[in-house]
């Protein structure tokens, strides 16, 4: 999640992305713009957090999870 994050932010340094329509948003004051860019970033996070959560489980064996693990992270 990090990483969509930093690659947001690239776009004050010109690298692009959902960033831009963030930082053109923001300079001149277009809400719509500027969701149009923040929610993407913020879905694309979500389904990559999704992701990594689901590979995790798939590849960790049950023995080897934390009992917070498996109590849904009721530790």
Same mark, same amino acid.
């Given at each position: 999640?990090?990483?969509?994050?930093?690659?947001?932010? +690239?776009?004050?340094?010109? +690298?692009?992305?959902?960033?831009?329509?963030?930082?053109?948003? %923001?300079?001149?004051?277009?809400? !719509?713009?500027? %969701?149009?860019?923040?929610? /993407? +970033?913020? %879905?694309?996070?979500? !389904?990559?957090?999704?992701?990594?959560?689901?590979?995790?489980?798939? %590849?960790? /064996?049950?023995?080897?999870?934390?009992?917070?693990?498996?109590?849904?992270?009721?530790?």
């Amino acid at each position: 999640m990090i990483n969509v994050g930093t690659a947001t932010i +690239a776009a004050f340094i010109g +690298a692009g992305g959902y960033g831009e329509r963030i930082v053109a948003g %923001l300079a001149v004051d277009d809400n !719509a713009l500027l %969701l149009a860019g923040a929610v /993407p +970033a913020a %879905l694309l996070a979500i !389904a990559i957090e999704a992701g990594f959560a689901f590979t995790e489980r798939w %590849l960790v /064996p049950q023995g080897l999870r934390t009992a917070a693990t498996r109590n849904g992270g009721q530790g």
